[in-house]
């Protein structure tokens, strides 16, 4: 009995001894993760809710029409420039034939305006002229009443003494009276020219004002085929930036309206992260502070970037509702505040690989 219980003392320090080794290793590992995590806090802030984030152009038409042709395919690599959907112009191009023959009338009358003031300003010439002739031919008649009237004064007193015969001084006032009204003649006359003239002008400056509202409508008609010149290109619908294709749902003979938009394109030109921290931990963050980004697709590569900017409000002031915490019940939640993560090694090949709305994980270095 003695020798058994001896044994079974000896088993239960063994397990004793055992349980203690294991529990000093544990708390050992505990109190090194622990102090690791500790001081890995002190100089770094993490999170994974972030993404990848990218540039997104929607492909919106600009005119309404039926689609004659879809030129890409669901996730299609596409260049600037590059044809994306075609549009039936048949009906452009008849706005474009009305736009040109409205131009092609409005030069025409300003054609006409332009003959009929240059015809105007003639006349006018003319009738100046004329007007000057009548002054030459009045003053010519004035110094012939003046010739006859002084002429028939002599003969006046010439006849009281008889001098000269009733015949003669019947023959001067004959002539004076002849040049008197040869006068009253040519001063109608050039009360008619001059009459003559203020019309022609009226015409002229008729004609000039036709010129000017000619050449308004040309200009008018000119604008207006440029519209159509526009509206016809929009019907060819094409890519603003390289990038790839989202699902195209656009099939032909659709009829799509201007302004909505039917699929997007995924642009090239620059992808980055949008991590969004808790309000607590972005007291020591500062904008080019280096940055480690592990996306889910490729957890065993580590992405080099940097810390670009804050987002200058939290991302439940963005949202369609917003909390207003002045009504009814208020209860604290803690903000995150949108931050962005630019990579900052254009070698890293698998840069391209990265695709919007993958998951990330991302380790801000504080120091």
């Known amino acids: 009995m003695s020798t058994t219980g001896t044994e079974t003392n000896n088993g239960n320090k063994k397990r004793n001894k055992k349980f203690t080794i294991i529990l000093a290793i544990v708390v050992i590992l505990g109190g090194w993760f622990g102090i690791s995590k500790y001081l890995h806090a002190l100089h770094h802030e993490e999170t994974d809710d972030a993404q990848v984030e990218a540039n997104i152009s929607p492909v919106i038409p600009r005119v309404s029409g039926y689609v004659t042709a879809v030129r890409v395919k669901d996730h299609q690599r596409v260049k600037k420039g590059d044809t994306l959907i075609i549009l039936d112009d048949r009906e452009m191009k008849i ?9 092609a009338t409005a030069e025409s009358n300003l054609a006409s305006a332009q003959s009929s003031a240059g015809a105007a300003h003639a006349n006018i010439a003319t009738s100046e002229a004329s007007v000057s002739t009548a002054d030459a031919q009045i003053e010519t008649a004035k110094i012939n009443v003046w010739r006859a009237t002084e002429d028939f004064k002599r003969y006046e007193n010439l006849i009281k003494d008889h001098s000269i015969t009733q015949q003669q001084y019947e023959q001067a006032l004959a002539a004076k009276q002849t040049a008197e009204k040869q006068l009253q003649v040519l001063q109608q006359q050039k009360a008619q020219a001059a009459k003559q003239v203020n019309a022609v002008s009226s015409q002229s400056n008729a004609a000039t004002s036709q010129i000017g509202i000619a050449a308004a409508s040309i200009k008018q008609r000119k604008v207006d085929v440029d519209d159509a010149k526009l509206n016809l290109s929009y019907t060819v ?66 992405f080099e970037a940097r810390v670009g900017s804050f987002s200058p409000a939290t991302g439940a002031r963005f949202a369609l509702l917003p909390p207003d915490n002045a009504s009814g019940n208020f209860v604290k939640v803690v903000q995150r505040l949108p931050i962005r993560i630019e990579f900052t090694n254009p070698q890293d090949s698998l840069i391209k690989n990265l695709r919007a709305g993958m998951n990330a994980d991302v380790d801000i270095h504080l120091d």
């Open 95 to 103: 706005r474009l034939e009305q736009a040109e023959a409205a131009l």
């Open 237 to 302: 619908i094409t890519a603003a930036e390289d990038g790839i294709v989202s699902k195209v749902t656009t099939q032909e003979g659709q009829f799509v309206q201007a302004g909505a938009a039917l699929f997007s394109i995924v642009l090239n030109n620059e992808l980055w992260i949008v991590a969004n921290f808790k309000e607590t931990q972005v007291e020591k963050v500062r904008e080019g502070q280096k940055v480690l980004v592990e996306i889910d697709a490729f957890p065993a590569h580590k």
